[in-house]
């Protein structure tokens, strides 16, 4: 079945430091791809989405490249800082639509002060 | 807008009960979505409705879990017999309307079976 992969599955970081979780992805369909942050116990937050027609997007500390030929895309976070520290997923569309989404296993960030 | 409402937050069930997961969409909203997740685990698709619809359902296990979205009220997602392998995280989310990227879900519903 279709699948994402998700890598690594923990990274631990200097204060001010860049982090960077790829993932890859497997039905050639997928056409959005968002990234979401889950704090201990809390629900997933949207932090950043990137659709196929588009290779970059950036917000403020926070971007998304997405290599449609080779199926990665990456999350990179630049000056992290101790409230970063999070799981953070990937996932892909799934299929035709926008509305199903594969998530990746997840990585767990820690930003050390 | 108070977001997306799940409730109960935590539900504790005995093998073999009932559970029964309600989630009210954003204001606008009329389409909803479940995913379940696992401890340690990323969140997995469960079902899609629309207003009274079923729309995709492809990954509601086949037995024991159904769904519903009535003309009136919240969504509920309804475990039967529940078993300890129907422990985890249930998180609702929805949508308006022809878009269904990047929406935001729920709190969650912490169902834990004993």
């Known amino acids: 079945g279709e699948n994402v992969e998700q890598h690594p599955s923990t990274l631990s970081v200097q204060e001010g430091d860049s982090a960077v979780i790829k993932c890859t992805y497997s039905?050639?369909?997928?056409?959005?791809f968002p990234w979401y942050k889950q704090e201990l116990g809390k629900r997933p937050q949207l932090i950043i989405d990137i659709r196929s027609n588009v290779g970059e997007k950036k917000d403020q500390r926070i971007a998304v490249t997405l290599n449609k030929t080779a199926k990665h895309f990456s999350l990179h976070i630049t000056e992290t800082q101790p409230e970063d520290s999070a799981v953070y997923f990937c996932a892909a569309s799934l299929g035709p639509g926008t509305y199903k989404y594969i998530f990746g296993t997840g990585t767990r960030l820690k930003v050390l002060a | 807008n108070a977001g997306v409402m799940q409730n109960p937050r935590h539900l504790v069930r005995r093998r073999g009960q009932e559970a029964r997961l309600r989630c009210s969409p954003m204001?606008?909203?009329?389409?909803v979505y479940w995913y379940r997740q696992l401890p340690e685990e990323g969140l997995k698709f469960m079902v899609y409705l629309q207003k009274e619809n079923i729309i995709d359902e492809s990954g509601m296990p086949k037995e024991r879990f159904s769904a519903e979205f009535p003309k009136e009220g919240p969504s509920i997602l309804r475990i039967q017999q529940v078993v300890r392998g129907d422990s985890a995280a249930y998180f609702c989310a929805s949508s308006p309307p022809g878009q269904g990227a990047g929406y935001t879900f729920g709190s969650g519903t912490r169902l834990t079976v004993v």
């Open positions: 039905d050639s369909a997928s056409n959005y």
């Open positions: 204001k606008g909203h009329s389409h």
